[in-house]
């Protein structure tokens, strides 16, 4: 089921606002979403760079996406405040046993459901019609939010992935 971003993030956010997104290696369980989502929002409320206040906003999207979002209009996010949040990531890795960190893993929605296939098994899903041009691809690398709200959730075919697309239609 497709989440409404619009209804989910901060409307009083520049649409520059810098945007990080963390994906787990498996879905979270209800109970583990709550604490997740208890934790960093309790972390945006308190994010400081530099000793001022960062607005900042943290969620937890499809029970497998950690989003970390900061507006620099007041407080830009430096080195050590960014750090900060990296350690509030590894110590949810920590506590649920999780990676967060693995970019190797792609995530898709099919049939309304997150799916994950390792990049190395993209050739394969989409020979075999796991995936195809129009399957929505959440799209980790954006980084603002309004990148968030209209490339995230994208179809293969509109995303970097397209190039892989294009190498298995000549193949076949």
Request: net charge negative; aromatic share 8%; glycine share 4%.
């Amino acid at each position: 089921m497709l989440q409404d971003l619009s209804t989910i993030l901060p409307t009083h956010f520049a649409d520059a606002a810098r945007v990080w997104i963390y994906q787990s290696n498996r879905p979270f369980t209800d109970v583990e979403t709550a604490a997740i989502t208890t934790e960093v929002k309790a972390f945006a409320q308190n994010w400081l760079s530099h000793g001022a206040p960062v607005k900042a906003f943290g969620t937890v999207l499809y029970n497998q996406f950690i989003v970390l979002m900061a507006d620099e209009t007041q407080t830009s996010v430096g080195g050590c405040s960014t750090d900060s949040s990296v350690r509030l990531i590894k110590a949810i890795e920590q506590q649920l046993g999780v990676d967060l960190f693995n970019r190797q893993l792609l995530a898709f929605m099919i049939d309304g459901a997150i799916q994950l296939i390792p990049l190395a098994q993209l050739n394969e899903a989409l020979q075999n019609g796991t995936v195809h041009a129009d399957t929505l691809y959440c799209n980790n690398t954006v980084l603002t939010k309004k990148e968030l709200e209209q490339q995230w959730l994208v179809p293969v075919k509109d995303s970097w992935l397209k190039a892989r697309i294009n190498l298995v239609t000549q193949i076949t």
